[in-house]
């Protein structure tokens, strides 16, 4: 469905490099998360993806047509919803979504099963104005006007920042349902805890894919034991592990720290004693399965 | 505990939409408090009124000591504000920035250096120290941008979803740098949308239609509501919401 | 032709709801043109002035008692040198200084004719304007008078110098001008700041990503401003006549048909503007230095091209309200047909092609 070679973007004649070698193929019907910080390149791509902007070397096909060379049939299949919230504010919702519609030379009538679940939730408010709705509502609108032509595929530049986590969460399971639906989507986003709801995802950082996966597969390449451990004072627990001979990583992870060595053998037992040592109390030691925060930090670590 | 934040039966109202409605707590002295809370919830209003830059409707508030309808100016000068959007010059460098906002709180020349020197080096910006924020990836920014709320030493500092969109490593140090300042008796108020960082917090409060629904530690949030983690919490609390608009 | 609808009425709705854009668009031309016309007041009264009477006779202290008698003009002083009179204008005690020449009764008698210099402090050209033509007006009914019982009619000539101005300009002369300034307001700003916006909201990214090709979206966008330009037009133009009896001697129909084509140039000017700009705020410093001010201070419209040093001069020759302003003023004034202005309307023809061809190839279809 979409094939991504080697694609290199330099901004500023050179100067600030924003995606360097990427290489990507995504399949049809696959719901695909493209995960990393701000500034990771996730924007460049996609409006790389979206004819938007011309990369400096590299070759990006949507269902075979050429983002360059055939931008006029990209834009025909594509339905793109840009990181910032890009409707007219002055607009009312309903106006909106009807400008869109003629805009593609459709109408909302036409596609209007493809759009319903999410557009009753917004329906009430069909005459208010876009610039007074709330975050989740404008994102629902977006969704709805990125749709109204359906796509073949969709492309969602952090559709969820900045959103609450209800929101978010309504947000994933109304692109769940668009799968089902048989669209392509491409969505980008910081929030790692959200890796888990796509088929596959791509972690970025700094303009290098650190890699490509099934989300599962991502956190079997974590080749190192995890531990999660609390006590009854974090913060000297973050002061103390720094301390430990053999540390790897301690980052804060909510009520525990996630802590790896770099020896292989180090297990709770030797930890339990360490932190004993160190007069910390009700300690909590575990080995768990990683995260795919943990993955990013681990890829992004070994990367620099 | 010594309170430096205490509000009573806070209520603030636009026309006929109540943004606050009747809220009640208080913020203890070194505390690392979490304002949890939907879109829309009201937060940002709350927090307007704390840092004394919007008049509440009714009720009684006190900040670090002072009340926030009469003495405005000294609530300023004893808290420091950091927001996701505006933080700093970009146009300015990092030196020229940290000078700034510590002469806008009337620091001596003297200080300002000691400080602007130590921050730096804590940051490990020695060699960023004259390069143009503008220059700086997000992280570097937003670490830089707390240690300055905090140069004057100030009792409370409200930080206003300081780490969205930035990478798990400098979200993570920025938590260290608030830890450290929490240790060094600055109160800390903090909104965010991570779930994970709610279990940092000392204590979380967290917004439904304008009220406080729920106020306790983390951990005892998640008895109360049998859930596994924070998110859980927040899900089972906003899903209540009466005006899913 | 259903997108292109849909854009239009987009844009409608724009303009409707953001209340600073219905100002600049409507009351703008009204305002500016009530202001030129206020300003430049049509009536005199108690005008300060002074007499130099080289001859001292009867018939000048006639002439005299008449003038100062009529209630337009006050007595200031009596002089008799060159020097004084310069000196009391440079003051601005004076605005009009009289001379009758030597021995006025006795070349009135002899040759029939006799001469009085009039000199008018012409900063304000329409107020000196005003002074010499009652003044010549107070002297003919006095020649009128006498020339009633002779066979030979006797002549005073009055002979007028402006003092500062000397390309006299009144209130009409001010209705060009406006109208150069309105259109290059609406159509080149508003279009410049219109487009931009998009950019800045983010909107326009979502318009290329459709399949909108880049000739629907700038006429749709331009389409609403030029159909409020002609509005505009018309509004002045009746305005003028309405208000100041300003006479419109040429055809109307060519008035609007070049003011047309100068509204196509403004458009293009506008949205070349936005292709370089990327926000709502460059746009707009961007049409105030390099259109609004060179509309106002390098076309003619205030000040006489003619006087300007050389260089300047030159510079006018790629200023298009110049040749506008000129097209329409002897259409105006002097109701010159195409045959006379088809210079001014070919370099506006030509410059609107150049310009509205630079546009279109400089519209980006992508965000770089």
Redesign the interface.
Same mark, same amino acid.
């Not at chain 2, 809370?37 to 919830?41: I, L, P």
């Given at each position: 469905m979409v094939k991504i070679e080697n694609i290199t973007k330099t901004y500023e004649k050179g100067k600030v490099k924003a995606l360097t070698n990427i290489n990507l193929s995504i399949e049809k019907g696959e719901l695909f998360g493209l995960i990393g910080p701000d500034g990771a390149g996730k924007t460049s791509l996609f409006r790389i993806l979206t004819s938007l902007l011309i990369p400096d070397s590299g070759i990006v096909k949507i269902m075979n047509f050429d983002v360059v060379k055939d931008y006029k049939e990209i834009r025909k299949i594509t339905g793109y919803m840009p990181g910032k919230f890009s409707l007219y504010q002055d607009l009312s919702v309903e106006e909106n979504l009807n400008f869109f519609a003629s805009v593609f030379g459709t109408t909302v009538k036409e596609n209007y099963s493809l759009i319903e679940d999410i557009y009753v939730q917004i329906e009430p408010f069909k005459k208010r104005l876009a610039g007074k709705l709330s975050g989740g509502m404008k994102q629902k609108l977006a969704l709805s006007c990125a749709l109204i032509h359906k796509p073949e595929i969709l492309v969602l530049d952090e559709p969820t920042t900045g959103v609450d986590a209800v929101s978010r969460k309504e947000f994933w399971e109304m692109l769940k349902k668009l799968k089902s639906e048989g669209i392509t989507i491409l969505v980008s986003t910081p929030y790692m805890d959200e890796a888990s709801l796509c088929d596959r995802i791509a972690l970025i950082q700094n303009g290098e894919i650190l890699s490509v996966d099934k989300p599962l597969n991502i956190i079997n390449q974590f080749n190192k034991k995890l531990f999660a451990i609390r006590t009854s004072n974090m913060y000297q627990l973050m002061q103390d592990l720094k301390q430990f001979g053999s540390l790897n990583t301690a980052f804060l992870f909510g009520q525990v720290v996630h802590f790896t060595s770099k020896n292989k053998n180090t297990n709770s037992e030797e930890i339990r004693f360490f932190l004993k040592e160190n007069n910390h109390s009700d300690i909590f030691i575990k080995e768990i399965v990683p995260s795919i925060e943990d993955c990013f930090m681990e890829f992004a670590k070994n990367e620099k | 505990m010594e309170k430096v934040i205490i509000v009573k039966n806070l209520v603030k109202k636009f026309e006929d939409f109540v943004a606050n409605d009747n809220l009640t707590f208080d913020v203890y002295k070194g505390e690392i408090f979490g304002f949890l =809370?939907?879109?829309?919830?009201g937060k940002t209003t709350a927090m307007k009124i704390l840092c004394a830059l919007s008049q509440p409707t009714s009720g009684e508030l006190n900040v670090a000591g002072f009340d926030v309808y009469t003495q405005q100016d000294k609530i300023k000068a004893n808290i420091g504000y950091m927001s996701q959007r505006f933080s700093l010059y970009e146009d300015l460098t990092v030196f020229e920035n940290i000078q700034f906002y510590a002469g806008i709180y009337g620091l001596s020349n003297k200080i300002i250096k000691e400080r602007a020197e130590n921050l730096i080096k804590k940051l490990e910006m020695v060699e960023m120290k004259n390069k143009l924020v503008s220059s700086l990836?997000? =992280?570097w920014r937003q670490k830089l941008s707390f240690s300055i709320a905090i140069i004057h030493k100030p009792q409370i500092v409200f930080l206003d979803?300081p780490t969205? =969109?930035?990478?798990?490593?400098?979200r993570?140090q920025f938590?260290?740098l608030i830890?450290d300042a929490?240790?060094d008796g600055i109160t800390i108020f903090v909104t965010t949308?991570?779930?994970?960082?709610?279990?940092?917090c000392n204590r979380v409060s967290i917004m439904v239609d304008g009220r406080i629904e729920a106020l306790d530690t983390?951990?005892n949030l998640k008895k109360q509501f049998n859930a596994e983690?924070?998110?859980e919490v927040?899900?089972q609390l906003?899903?209540k919401?009466k005006n899913k608009? | 032709m259903n997108k292109f609808k849909a854009f239009v009425k987009k844009e409608f709705y724009h303009i409707f709801r953001d209340k600073r854009t219905m100002l600049i668009l409507f009351g703008m031309p009204i305002v500016q043109i009530l202001l030129f016309g206020f300003v430049i007041t049509t009536e005199i009264k108690d005008v300060e002035i002074a007499i130099w009477d080289k001859s001292k006779d009867e018939v000048t202290q006639k002439i005299t008692n008449k003038i100062l008698g009529s209630g337009y003009f006050k007595l200031v002083k009596n002089i008799d040198n060159e020097q004084e009179i310069y000196n009391a204008f440079k003051k601005g005690t004076i605005k009009e200084a009289l001379i009758f020449e030597n021995n006025f009764a006795q070349n009135l008698n002899n040759r029939n004719n006799a001469n009085i210099q009039i000199i008018t402090d012409a900063s304000d050209p329409n107020i000196a304007n005003l002074i010499v033509n009652y003044t010549s007006a107070i002297v003919y009914s006095y020649t009128g008078e006498l020339n009633s019982n002779l066979t030979i009619p006797m002549q005073i000539k009055t002979e007028s110098t402006m003092l500062y101005n000397s390309e006299l300009k009144s209130v009409f002369m001010f209705v060009p001008g406006t109208m150069a300034m309105i259109l290059m307001l609406v159509s080149a700003m508003i279009t410049s700041i219109a487009i931009t916006r998009e950019k800045e909201l983010g909107t326009m990214e979502v318009l290329l990503v459709s399949p909108l090709k880049v000739s629907q979206i700038i006429i749709g966008k331009v389409a609403p401003y030029i159909v409020l330009s002609i509005i505009n037009v018309i509004t002045i133009i009746a305005l003028a006549m309405s208000i100041f009896h300003m006479p419109i001697v040429g055809s109307l129909s060519l008035l609007i048909a070049v003011s047309i084509l100068f509204i196509f140039m403004a458009l293009s000017l506008g949205i070349l503007i936005s292709t370089v700009t990327n926000d709502q705020q460059t746009a707009m410093m961007i049409s105030m230095f390099a259109l609004m001010l060179p509309t106002i201070l390098l076309s003619g419209f205030i000040f006489p091209i003619e006087n300007m040093p050389k260089i300047l001069q030159w510079l006018t020759v790629i200023i298009p309200p110049k040749y506008y302003i000129s097209a329409i003023k002897d259409i105006m004034l002097k109701g010159s047909g195409l045959s006379y202005i088809w210079k001014d309307v070919a370099v506006l023809f030509l410059m609107t092609l150049v310009l509205l061809g630079l546009s279109i190839k400089k519209f980006k279809i992508r965000l770089e």
């Open positions: - | =809370g939907a879109n829309g919830a990836p997000l =992280g979803e969205g =969109g930035v990478d798990p490593i400098t993570r938590w260290d830890y929490a240790n949308h991570y779930m994970d960082e709610a279990e940092y983390p951990q983690d924070m998110n927040f899900i906003a899903r919401s608009e | -």
